[in-house]
């Protein structure tokens, strides 16, 4: 039940601002700060009854939706299915936060107010859909409709150029969907439900009679060829689609199968269609380009809500689907997979540290540091896969937070040029301090969450029998990249003799770069203290996350 909170509360909220007339534009906000609120309580109450040791699926969910029977192809099945493991709770809490910050920082919205609400929440409850999700149909519907609300809030309140932004992102996202679409529909048509297929079968009269057993002998009489294809239930349950014994013996993406397509076989084309489609989403360079225009011209609570949240939903199908349906892909090109990590790490480190927009710089740091969960994912080692996990949840706190410092000098001056400010220090002490805390944090000083999850991420890569040694080599270069790129950007910003290029005199500026306002601190000291916390505690997230990974990475064992 609290799992179907997550995802109805912000979407009947959502339906519910639309309904009300604007004369109560007031209220809009504080309902949406109410339900995100509510969603923080709900993702605290999700981690507070998780069991740590086990690696299955907890606070399970499920109903039948629709199951067609279709004759000799078989029956349609797609289901309600959600439920949380340790590769999803932890994203689950981080969007439950970043929507929760990313709401107080609209706080000074004053177009559109309905719309603007409506969309947000619409975005919210998408967004947990997506992360819950275990049916893949059902993970798509979300994954499609979070699209329309990302689009209107950058097309509608983003900066000049927000229309080509805003296309830009929802072309490219909808080519990774199409591409996500096309091997949902092979896998689908490809896997049975041994479980309905069981009861439909005769060879038990209810579900709750399927056990490991009768599992087997429905597996074994389809690979034999000896059940009615009438009888066949095919399914987008996940944890079916990733048990290859689940594979019809004639589909199209058998594990067992080898029909050539375009040169490559079937299932190895199928992978690499699946992981454009969420290489898009993260993004992996060559295909990085819509982030830094969507950035610069979102508002600083849309780019919060990207930063944080919205790039993780690349890094989480890569775990959950492309590498759980394909492991044999993952592994046969792990190395090309890996570089291809390692090239992001280093030119999205090298464009940062060219940029002269604050925010622009920031955007490519993203792609450096995305680039690390794709080396931690493509190592295939526990350590790797856990410092994946981590460097997203450390990701999203940092990210939140710079992109809210970067609207701070924003709000006051509508300029983000670094070379526009000098010596902030001294009008903006407190401002000074927090960034210096985010950016020591995102460059991997140690003692905040930064280091642990590059660290782990390089360790996992380094250790992987899949990999050669030079990949981690390489990317460690992108350690020293944001060290050069953050302490540049502070020593250009805040020290020396205070000047802004947007007022004649001193006095002028001081009075328009003021420090933050208490609104702005109880946003960003609660995200400073979360990555010094998990900074220091890294296993706060690692006993969630270890278990389930461990489970997850026996499919990759060398024999």
Known sequence: MLLSLLIFIPLLSALLIALLPESQAERFRWIALGVTLVEVVLAGLLAAGFDTTRSDYQWLEQADWVTLPLGNLGVASIDYLVGVDGMNLPLVVLSAVVMLVGVVSSWHMTQRLKAYYALYLLLTG??????????????????EFMLLPMYFLIGLWGGPRREYASIKF???TLAGSLLILLVMIGLYLSAMDPVSTAVLAGFVTDASEVTPEVVRIVQGHMQNGQLNPAQIVHTFDMRYLADGANYLPDAFLNPAAEPIVLGLPARMLAFWAIFIGFAIKLPIVPLHTWLPDAHVEAPTPVSVVLAG????????????????????????????????????????????????????????????????????????????????????????????????????????????????YRGLI??????????????????????????????????????????????????????????AYFLWTMQRMFFGRFWSRHETTTTDAHHILTDLTTREQLLLIPLALLSLVLGLYPNLIFNVTNSTVGQWILRFTVE
């Open 170 to 172: 929802f072309l490219y």
């Open 309 to 420: 949240v919205l790039l993780k939903i690349g890094g989480y199908g890569f775990l959950r689907i492309a590498w759980s349906f394909f492991p044999d892909g993952a592994a046969q090109y792990a190395p090309i997979l890996a570089g291809l990590g390692a090239v992001s790490i280093v030119y999205g480190g090298l464009n940062a540290l060219a940029q002269y927009d604050l925010k622009k710089m920031i955007a490519y740091s993203s792609v450096s540091h995305m680039g690390f969960v794709l080396l931690g994912v493509a190592s295939l080692t526990a350590e790797g896969v856990n410092g994946a996990i981590y460097q997203m949840v450390s990701h999203g706190v940092l990210s939140a937070m710079l992109f809210l410092l970067t609207g701070v000098v924003y709000d006051r001056t509508h300029d983000r040029r670094i070379d526009s």
């Open 426 to 483: 001294e009008p903006m002490p407190r401002y000074a301090v927090l960034t210096a805390i985010a950016f020591f944090g995102s460059l991997g000083l140690p003692g905040f969450s930064g280091f642990v999850g590059e660290l782990f991420t390089l360790m996992g890569s380094f250790q992987s029998v899949w990999l050669p040694g030079w990949i981690t080599a390489v990317s460690v270069l992108g350690i020293g990249l944001a060290a």
């Open 126 to 143: 998408t967004i947990m859909g997506c992360f819950v999700a275990l049916d893949f149909f059902l993970f798509f519907l979300f994954f």
